[in-house]
């Protein structure tokens, strides 16, 4: 009760202090007030196949699960999707019993969206991912009646984003140089997984098939600040430009004096959750990496985007590894941002939407309303 309330009072302090304008400008069309349509919430268990065994810092998988949702409503469907890494701690399961205690009847969805998130969180504390399955199939909804997608509704360029970046795992030189051969000519920006038995080896590896520039993400794998910061100046001479979570998720007195002497730019991952996160990392990081499935959507990460940038700090967007529908979601808001960790579809062999592309290193939504996703094979979706 504790938390809710203070999510609640961090709410009402972003929105006053930052004039977010109205939630959802242009969701007011008069087709949609009249309509005596009943949302229908339904879903499905999938699980994806990574195309190389992923290991970071801590663990090694080759397949996600994910559960897929869709909202009926007036003739219209909206996507959604919970993506389930194990360390986040939900799965099918927990999702699939969330979702089941979610009655939507009563709510419109273009109108009540800031309500359906409360009440979602007052149905239980944690289930981020299950949150976000809704917030974004009600998003896709939304903006469908709208007939607009949500780059536009917030009045964003979606060209002016940052190059994704893609992902290279803690793994053998061999397979080191492979992957990095593979996101040659089609990626900007690679992001390198650090923390383990050999940083330098594994950045020595693709130094020697290319000149891009580097992010690194420790995955809270550093435990002493002085190395972390011998580390880091290191890391600089070899190109790196930023650096994700390089010290456990508590240490913040430790990581806030690293971020002060460090050459480059320290993000949150592991460290920040949700809106009521960001005010207690101001100084402490330089910025932070905002992720659908943590912070129970895309409503939520566009208070903290406007959040953080109020404190003057910087801004990512990350994911999971997702289904272009998951990915598409993030696509639709990350205009002006710092950095982007939004290759998750391109990692899995069996996407089931199509959404947003990689354009030039960007990945770039479509102009399709809603999050712009059709899904591209039969789906059961029930309850
Ligand atoms: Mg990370």
Not at 176 to 194: D, S
């Amino acid at each position: 009760m504790q938390n809710r309330r203070h999510f609640l009072r961090m709410s009402a302090i972003a929105a006053a202090s930052l004039a977010v304008p109205s939630l959802l400008p242009a969701c007011t069309s008069p087709k949609n007030k009249q309509s005596k349509s009943t949302m229908k919430l339904s879903w499905t268990p999938y699980d994806l196949q990574l195309n190389h065994t992923f290991t970071i810092s801590g663990f090694s998988r080759k397949t996600t699960p994910v559960v897929l949702t869709k909202i009926e409503y007036d003739g219209l469907e909206g996507y959604g999707e919970a993506s389930l890494p194990p360390y986040l701690g939900e799965t099918q399961e927990s999702v699939i019993e969330f979702l089941r205690k979610v009655d939507l009847s009563g709510f419109n969805p273009s109108r009540d969206i800031e309500e359906i998130m409360a009440y979602l969180d007052e149905t239980a504390d944690a289930n981020t991912a299950a949150k976000a399955a809704i917030d974004i199939a009600l998003h896709d909804l939304a903006g469908k009646i709208e007939g607009m997608p949500w780059y536009k509704i917030r009045g964003m360029d979606k060209y002016n984003v940052p190059d994704t970046t893609f992902t290279i795992g803690i793994d053998t030189d061999e397979v080191v140089r492979e992957k990095t051969r593979e996101a040659l000519g089609r990626f900007n920006i690679l992001k390198v997984k650090v923390g383990g038995p050999d940083d330098k080896r594994m950045i020595e590896a693709i130094r020697s098939e290319t000149d891009l520039p580097l992010a690194v993400d420790a995955n809270q794998g550093w435990k002493d600040r002085q190395q972390a910061l011998d580390m880091i100046f290191w890391l600089k001479e070899q190109g790196i430009v930023m650096v994700e979570q390089p010290m456990p998720k508590g240490d913040l007195d430790n990581i806030a004096r690293l971020t002060e002497e460090s050459p480059l730019p320290i993000f949150a991952d592991e460290s920040i959750q949700r809106l009521a996160d960001v005010e207690r990392l101001k100084g402490v990081f330089s910025g932070i990496n905002i992720k659908l499935m943590k912070c129970t959507g895309m409503l939520e990460a566009w208070k903290m985007r406007n959040f953080a940038y109020s404190l003057g700090m910087k801004v990512m967007i990350g994911c999971m590894t997702e289904t272009s529908c998951a990915i598409s979601a993030a696509s639709q808001l990350y205009a002006g941002m710092d950095f982007a960790d939004l290759d998750g579809a391109l990692l899995i062999g069996n996407d089931c939407f199509d959404g947003a592309k990689l354009e030039n290193g960007k990945i770039i939504p479509n102009d399709q309303p809603g999050i712009g996703v059709k899904p591209i094979q039969e789906l059961a979706f029930g309850r």
